[in-house]
């Protein structure tokens, strides 16, 4: 059970999402053209279930700077940005994405995840002067195409997606104008930009360099921050361990592949789906983490129990030789 349900899901031909999406919209009677809509800028995502943290005082930007991966030192308000938090050994262990309106940094991250979030936060307040408050049963968010405009500005910010996310009071919602769109569309339109889901496509395991989140949630020219050391070796190095790719999938089968699904090259297991989806242009699709040294030309297959094999072809967005003297294709 969602820990808010949205009321746009009483909208005509809403149809609810389930799992970590569960309390929004998957749809609203046709993804594929709630994907064009988007693409045309005529319709909005309701993002609703995510977790929504807003942390303030004087202290939060160089407080934020001192314990992320991220550079938030100066960070201009209506500026949208991407931090981790890594583990001592460099593991992805928390994603935060937000904007700073000037007197607060609002965050959202993926839904329940806001308390384990805050607890560790907490633990690093120490003497600066910040405050740290869980939001999401009075602020929610919602996802637009193109840049910000109007109101809520300042608490909305450009995003790597080509649209912005608007934080509004959660009395708002069923006052929204506009066409909606699900969040398969808006899933649609993640992947074909590449861009990760923390927990769906990636695994306890998961370092940035491998799923192309250096220079998007890590910032290579700032002080010391927990997990630097094994950041800055495989970027000086090159050949991180496992690569993210695009797949696209043989449309000949009627089911998408789920999360945690084998990714298999022969007959060796070399990774595992994350997300994936229908595309209004390039058809089924989905993201992978896999092994680097796997042939980037190999036709793979996505194999699980009970379930018809799909092949799949890779679509490089990680190079397999990431590193300080390769320029990433991301």
């Not at 999401?136 to 109007?150: F, H, L, V």
Request: overall charge negative.
């Amino acid at each position: 059970m969602s820990r808010n349900r949205s009321p746009l899901l009483d909208l005509p031909g809403a149809v609810e999402a389930d799992g970590l999406d569960a309390g929004v919209a998957a749809h609203y009677g046709s993804d594929l053209r709630e994907q064009r809509a988007l693409v045309a800028g005529q319709a909005f995502v309701d993002l609703s279930h995510r977790d929504v943290v807003t942390i303030t005082g004087p202290d939060r930007l160089t407080w934020l700077h001192a314990i992320t991966t991220q550079y938030f030192e100066g960070l201009k308000p209506g500026t949208s940005t991407t931090a981790l938090l890594l583990s001592p050994t460099g593991h992805i262990e928390h994603v935060m994405y937000g904007v700073d309106d000037g007197e607060t940094f609002w965050l959202h991250t993926e839904p329940g995840a806001a308390a384990a979030l805050i607890e560790w936060l907490q633990k690093m307040v120490f003497m600066s002067r910040v405050e740290i408050a869980d939001v999401t049963d009075d602020y929610a968010m919602i996802w637009k195409p193109g840049a910000p405009e109007g109101e809520h500005l300042t608490r909305s910010g450009e995003d790597s997606l080509g649209g912005h996310e608007v934080f509004l009071p959660r009395g708002e919602l069923a006052g929204l104008e506009g066409p909606a769109a699900g969040i398969w569309a808006y899933e649609a339109l993640r992947i074909e930009a590449g861009a990760p889901r923390f927990g769906l496509d990636t695994d306890e395991r998961a370092i940035p360099n491998e799923v192309g989140w250096l220079g998007v949630g890590v910032h290579l020219n700032k002080g010391c921050y927990r997990g630097q050391e094994t950041v800055a070796r495989v970027h000086n190095l090159g050949r991180p361990p496992r690569r993210l790719v695009r797949l696209h999938l043989d449309g000949s089968v009627d089911h998408l592949p789920a999360h945690g699904y084998a990714v298999r090259a022969g007959e060796k297991q070399v990774g595992f789906v994350g997300s994936a989806a229908r595309h209004h242009e390039l058809g089924p699709i989905a993201l992978a983490l896999v092994k680097r040294n796997v042939d980037a030309d190999a036709v793979l297959e996505i194999v699980a129990e009970d379930q018809p094999t799909v092949t799949a072809t890779q679509e490089i967005l990680v190079d397999p030789e990431a590193g300080l003297h390769v320029r990433s294709r991301l």
